[in-house]
Nanobody, 114 residues
Framework: QVHLVESGGGVVQAGGSLRLSCAAS????????MGWFRQAPGREREFVAR????????DYADSVKGRFTISRDNAKNTLYLQMDSLKPEDTAVYSC???????WGQGTQVTVSS
């Protein structure tokens, strides 16, 4: 069973940066891929970024393109999301997941103040 644990969230002022981590256990890195998602209060969970193991190809939502960077460390079974130039509209609970999907972790809260 895959177990996902997110960390690194916090409160930051607009324009600031945060780096999120997702520790994955029970997962064979190298198959499929992983991604970051977020859910703001009163809104549906939305896609943020993903990375495929083969060639490390990445995709980003238009709203974060150029500001967020997804990466992974296969040796540590850890996924990262570097978030720069944060905006108040980035405020949400951020979660990671695999492709194909696994049970969701608890997520990590990111709050960006204006």
């Amino acid at each position: 069973q895959v177990h996902l644990v997110e960390s690194g969230g916090g409160v930051v002022q607009a324009g600031g940066s945060l780096r999120l981590s997702c520790a994955a256990s029970g997962l064979t890195f190298g198959r499929g891929g992983m991604g970051w998602f977020r859910q703001a209060p009163g809104r549906e969970r939305e896609f943020v970024a993903r990375i495929r193991w083969s060639l490390g190809a990445t995709d980003y939502a238009d709203s974060v393109k150029g500001r967020f960077t997804i990466s992974r460390d296969n040796a540590k079974n850890t996924l990262y999301l570097q978030m720069d130039s944060l905006k108040p509209e980035d405020t949400a609970v951020y979660s990671c997941n695999t492709n194909p999907p696994s049970p969701w972790g608890q997520g990590t809260q990111v709050t960006v103040s204006s």
